[in-house]
């Protein structure tokens, strides 16, 4: 009898070691399995960083692709980049025969704008003058609408006044959108970044679907403080208003226009002056 039992609490201890063993190899496997899962939590990328951020294309130009002439003007060293001059009402009457004899190799015409107060719409005052004064001393030409929308159904009707404007009239140069900040007086003082990207793709697509180039005038302060959404917008061309003689900008642009205190032959007082940049293969 006591060797049974003896055998029995032998038989006992054997299976409380193998069962403490097995518990011993269980926790050291879970520790195994919670210390590999958090080393992926922290190694692997999660699926938000996996997406790839919409990125802007990087500026082909530098410092040292441009020269300034004597008279002001800059010139591209590296490409044919042909140079304008931009024009509204307020450069009044334009001998455009001289413009065009002075060297100036096109013109983009202001053809209307929105009031920032009222937010009504009209023609400047010398945009038809303008656009056949241009055509018929045979620059090429494009044009721009001055923008105060608030809405994308502003930016449309915006668009249809443009078009309205140029019937006639062929464009070699785009028409664009020229949304800009007035200050916090003007009706435009409360829209954000994600109303007015939605007021450019409205404007350049309805432009665009009647066959025209479109195109988006900003300048460095609308990219760097989140004014508008550029990243989305590489569909359309940029004109950069930039008044520098260097060119730094880091992303690709289309138009430069370095200066607003240009002197053109044909033209009393200061106007805008513009590089077409072309984009680099």
């Known amino acids: 009898m ?62 040292e692709d441009f020269r300034v002439e004597e008279n002001g003007y800059i010139t591209c060293l590296t490409e044919d980049a042909p140079h304008g001059i931009d024009v509204s009402e307020w450069q009044g009457d334009i001998d455009w025969q001289q413009v065009k004899d002075s060297g ?11 009031r920032s107060e009222s937010g009504e719409l009209s023609t400047d005052e010398k945009a038809l003058a303008n656009l056949q004064g241009a055509s ?24 249809e006044y443009a078009l309205s404007l140029l019937e006639g009239y062929t464009l070699t140069y785009p028409l664009i ?31 665009e679907a009647e066959g025209y180039k479109s195109m988006i005038y900003f300048n460095p302060h609308f990219h760097e403080n989140e004014v508008l959404y550029l990243d989305e917008l590489t569909d359309y061309h940029f004109w950069l208003a930039m008044y520098d003689t260097r060119m730094d900008y880091p992303y690709q642009i ?22 077409y940049l072309p984009r680099k293969q």
Request: charge should be negative; charged fraction near 20%.
């Open 104 to 114: 100036i190799a096109f013109a983009i015409i202001r053809l209307g704008y929105r």
């Open 177 to 207: 959108y020229d949304w800009e900040y007035l200050g916090e007086d003007a009706r435009t003082a409360d829209v954000d970044a994600r109303t007015l990207t939605d007021c450019i793709k409205t404007f350049c697509s309805r432009v």
């Open 136 to 159: 018929e001393a045979g620059l090429p030409i494009g044009a721009y609408f001055f923008s105060q929308a608030i809405s994308t159904q502003e930016a449309l009707e915006e668009a």
């Open 2 to 63: 006591k060797q049974k039992t003896k055998l029995y609490i032998e038989l006992g201890l054997g299976l409380l070691v193998g069962l403490t063993a097995l518990v011993v190899l269980a926790v050291v496997l879970v520790q195994n399995a919670l210390k590999e899962s958090a080393q992926a939590e922290t190694t692997q990328p999660t699926t938000e960083t996996t997406v790839a951020a919409p990125t802007l294309p990087p500026n082909p130009y530098g410092p």
């Open 254 to 275: 289309d138009m430069w226009q370095y200066s607003c205190t240009g002197s053109v032959p044909g033209i009393n007082g200061d106007v805008d002056l513009n590089l």
